[in-house]
């Protein structure tokens, strides 16, 4: 929090984007860019988990339905998962223990990390891992061991930037289209 109050002090406009636009949406569009990156243009069919439904899980979650991927959720709160299930249909829901050994195309975690750790990467199920928040690894040397077990990994600073290409579009540019976001990502 301190980064951010410094931020908005340094500069007032990076105040107004956070205030008065949905960054979460626009980093939910950025990660379904990363998504397509990952699996093509066309996600019908294609199997993605997302663990921790807050304002981003959520927001990609939709965007995922919307696409025909086969949703698999991950949720302590209950209450989100009965949201889920009422803004889609056909989702799977697996206990917080079984993110890791769930077969899926991508692995989304959006909760604070670590996620992968030492001891459960070898048991990862996920053909892709699409890391939308910070510290998803326990260390930094566990993506050689994702590399090489054929995981591919998307770091969050990456697939996390549509949050930041919209700050970006609205500050220097004036646009607000989240489609420009994701193709940009």
């Known amino acids: 929090m301190e980064d951010l109050d410094a931020m908005i002090d340094y500069n007032p406009t990076v105040a ?3 205030i008065r636009y949905n960054l979460a949406e626009s980093t939910a569009h950025g990660s ?5 990156a990952l699996c093509g243009w066309d996600l019908a069919g294609k199997s993605i988990l997302i663990q921790g439904l807050g304002n981003v899980g959520m927001a990609l979650l939709k965007l995922c339905s919307a696409s025909g991927m086969n949703l698999i959720v991950s949720e302590v709160n209950q209450e989100k998962i009965a949201e889920a299930k009422r803004l889609a249909k056909n ?5 917080p223990e079984d993110v890791i050994t769930t077969q899926c195309d991508v692995f989304v975690p959006a909760v604070s990390g670590p996620v ?3 001891a459960n990467v070898g048991s990862l199920a996920c053909g892709a ?3 939308v928040t910070n510290n998803v690894l326990e260390t930094s040397g ?3 061991d994702l590399k090489a077990r054929g995981i591919t990994y998307i770091p969050d600073f990456i697939i996390n930037s549509g949050g930041a290409h919209r700050v970006e579009a609205i500050v220097f540019d004036g646009r607000t289209s989240d489609i420009e976001i994701e193709q940009k990502v």
Do not use: F, N, Q, Y
């Not at 379904?32 to 397509?36: A, D, E, K, S, Y």
């Open 16 to 18: 107004d984007c956070l």
């Open 32 to 36: 379904l860019g990363g998504v397509r």
């Open 91 to 95: 989702i799977r829901v697996v206990s």
């Open 116 to 118: 992968v750790t030492r």
């Open 129 to 131: 891992l699409a890391s």
């Open 142 to 144: 566990l993506h050689e």
